[in-house]
């Protein structure tokens, strides 16, 4: 195996050191490790080959001008309109597509999440397309790339308030009635279980005035702030007092918002110490508030076709292409081969650390998903709970090694995940042009003290589809900003990954259009 060591040449501050990783196949090239370092003031040593030092020096700088973004403002208030757990900031896909891509081109996010990546190709003029397997993720997206109208929307929204609240007064009964027969039984204990019954009446009433919206986006602006008062990190008007954690706690008791208890939950094994009273705020005062900020936050986008955030200047301020996105499995991505310029994703972190689905369901439940349905869903998530039957040892050597290294149930956990992140990456490579890039920010984790290597792991993965000399950038978490789990037995790193994937300019015949079958 022979390595083509070419220069060494001074990379500026944040890149301190560079490796070869030994345990590798390189012939296509180096796999690079580069790790950012804030004390650091020195330059680095790169060993980089022929073929990629052009295309590697730009990325490298792109990762080298850093990369955490903390106390920056994101610069466009439409990413407030939802809570969503472990988004990205903002500023990681803005540089990537500013740096690397141009007004009209095709970007791609295979898993939107809450469509930061396909708002901010909107809003920088390019083609966006984002697939999701979470049917919130896909309403969410739509409706943070969807100009509306202001003034109707805030009068619409008054109306339905008011016609609400009126029916849980005069229609009681009637509503009570059409909760009955509004979902399966074990949809109905689901919703009994997290929501009072007043609650559950007001939530009726207005989703009611929503569905007789005719304009469909005006309708699924409603829906995501009626989602944006259940979704909150704590609980919103749900019974739940968190749902930020791998867990959601319900409540011990609860006093509604007229100040009656309107209920006295007991919950078996509650965390000590935790506050068990929760006060309810009145469903109606919250979805108005909710619609009148999120008026506000969508403003920038409602306001006309071209941009007006500060952040860009006016020349390159572009005309704006409505996005596609829509549901779709980023293992099976439902695009021809070779036309998207550049991927910017971030997967979910591995062995199920997020549960999004456990959040998400106390909203999609009252938007007409049932349970089982999103049950069914769930398996669909990458990284999800479950195994694969054996190992089919189509890894890499160095993968499959430190997957054989764990304990076999988190072992075989492991290998589930990285088996469906190569089918990812195969995928992402199929799509993408012949010199285009694919960035993935993905998280580390310990077991026991060890850490997994999950950054180095994908690039070899990425790097035996046909990517050439992956890139690995690092950026510090901002803990204080995002939602992510409580800690479990597997240990987050205060650390995310942005790796930096390249497909060569010229494929070899027959490899772009037919990748190799995954494990
Ligand atoms: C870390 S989140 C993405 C967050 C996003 N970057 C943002 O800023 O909001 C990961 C997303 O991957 C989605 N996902 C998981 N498995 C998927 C699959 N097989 N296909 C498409 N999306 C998937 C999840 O639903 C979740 O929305």
Redesign the pocket.
Known sequence: MSRRRQSISPVKTRVIFVYETGNYDTNNGIILHIISHRHSKGGSITMISVDHQVALERLSGILDGGLDFHDQKSGNAVHRIHA?P???PPQIPRTFIQSLTDPGDTVL?????????VLESFLLGRKAIG????PL?VLLSKTKTTPIHQEEALALSKEIVRRANDAFYRWRKEIEAELCVFWDEKTRDFVNYWFSRDVQIALKSILNEIERIEDEDLKDFFKICFSAIIITKTGGISLALDLAHTRPHRVRSAIDWNGNVIGQYSEAGFPPGMFHLKRIRSPFEEFERRCRQNLMFIRDISSGTRQTDFFTPFEEQTERITPHVSY????NIPLASSCIDLVV????YAMNAID?MRAHKFSLVWLGYSISNLTTQRK???GSEGVMDGYSHSLPGGVMESVERLDRKKGLALYKYYSEMKNVLTETFRVLKPGGTAVFVVGDSTIRGQCLHIPEHLCAIGKSIGFSSPLIGTRRLDRNRRMMPASTKIRRMHEEYVLVFSKPSSVSPGSADAPQSSG
Do not use: E, L, N, R
């Open positions: 969503f472990a988004k990205f996010d295979p898993m939107m999440g809450s469509g930061t990546t697939y999701d397997v979470d993720s779709g499995d980023a293992q994703t971030s997967p979910p999004y669909k998530y990458i």
